[in-house]
């Protein structure tokens, strides 16, 4: 026989449906027991070593999912002496999302493996688990991990700070600056050409000569080649985008920026003919 012992009820029925989950064929049942002290106990009549990869892919999915976000809320509030609950709460939000798909160049810990590892490690010849045992145990285990991985979400985070700061400063531009722009027609390709209201398209020399007459220093900083830069520069009071893949994160930063004053229209909308 086989047991598992949890404390909490919830974590319990979690294990028991994602063991259940795992077992296709459901040729090996697991029974959930009550015991004294409002503690859950799982188990199965079949020997460890015929239950035991399910077993392990079990309990380290469980602990991945119980465990790993208050783990990262104690290194942000203990190892990195973060305080602001709202502040933790997308710290946290990020280093799930980092997690399941990390960002491109950089190496964030695999914790999950090294939970796996660590399980892995304390299970086999075992036929009765204490789950929160065990969790401490990976815990100690992983921990330079998780205060690695930890660093490495802080410096998204910090990144997308910076970024959100930058697109604040952006969008009270769009909306302080008044270079008498009414309309700005946008059509998206793999790229945008931007277009005034009768037609004619802007050209590289008009953006120079609009950010001589509108000086902005944040403007001048950027590329003028760069997609969203003309709709910064004229600052229009209406921006339309003719588009038929709205999901271009350059459209979603346009939208962003211009909120109300930005619509959306399909290709076939266009209203000029160019070439």
Known sequence: MVCIQFSSRKVAFYFHQVITELQIDYSCPWMVKDISHNKLLI????????????????????????????WTEGVLKHVFHYKEKQEIKRIIELSNELRLEPPAGIIIPDLEKAIETCVSKKLPGRFYVDFD???????????????????????EYKLEEAHQLMVDSWRRGVN???????????????????FHNEGNKVSRDELILYLKQYPDPFLTQLPINFGITPALIF??????????HLEDSKLD???????????????????????
Not at 235 to 244: G, H, M, N, V, W
């Open 43 to 70: 188990e199965t009549e079949l020997m460890l070593s015929e239950v035991i990869n399910d077993f392990v892919q079990s309990v380290t999915r469980v602990i991945t999912d119980q465990k790993l976000s208050p």
């Open 253 to 275: 930063l346009l939208t962003n920026l211009f909120e109300e004053k930005a619509s959306c229209k399909p290709h076939s909308e266009f209203p000029f003919d160019w070439a």
């Open 133 to 155: 045992w065990l969790s401490a145990f990976c815990l100690e285990e992983i921990y330079e991990e998780l205060v690695d991985f930890t660093g490495k979400v802080l410096d």
């Open 176 to 194: 302080n600056r008044d270079t008498g722009v009414q309309v700005l027609h946008v059509f998206h390709d793999d790229t945008l050409h931007y």
């Open 235 to 244: 600052a229009p009071d209406e921006l339309i985008i003719y588009s038929d």
